[in-house]
Nanobody
Framework: VQLQASGGGLVQAGGSLRLFCVAS????????MGWFRQAPGKEREFVAA????????HYADTVKGRFTISRDNAKNTVYLQMNSLKPDDTSVYYC??????????????????WGQGTQVTVSS
């Protein structure tokens, strides 16, 4: 599966952004989808994941209550709605797909497919 992420940009603290990730192929619903982020000089970290049908979600504690992950399997698209953004949320955001059967899935090493990343910058 190939992934194309978009929707990043510059926003003031307290603002919102919505990220999009479109997947190629006809087996999108067989993948757990996740969002990760990586700031300069830091390791890539888990943000959120959503199960195959979208019925279950999993979040990092740092974004819980502010971010919402969703998916539309008919459109091969996963979304990340980000509200109440903080300067610490500034990172390159990556969408990823996992073909595994473990849920919840927050381990970066278990995601085999990655999009190109989209920059999110939150100004104070």
């Amino acid at each position: 599966v190939q992934l194309q992420a978009s929707g990043g940009g510059l926003v003031q603290a307290g603002g919102s952004l919505r990220l999009f990730c479109v997947a190629s192929g006809r087996t999108f619903s067989r993948y757990i989808m996740g969002w990760f982020r990586q700031a300069p000089g830091k390791e890539r970290e888990f943000v959120a994941a959503i199960s195959w049908s979208g019925g279950s979600t999993h979040y990092a504690d740092t974004v819980k209550g502010r971010f919402t992950i969703s998916r539309d399997n008919a459109k091969n698209t996963v979304y990340l709605q980000m509200n109440s953004l903080k300067p610490d949320d500034t990172s390159v955001y990556y969408c990823a797909a996992s073909y595994g059967s473990t849920w919840p899935e927050g381990d970066v090493d278990n995601y085999g497919y990655w999009g190109q990343g989209t920059q999110v910058t939150v100004s104070s």
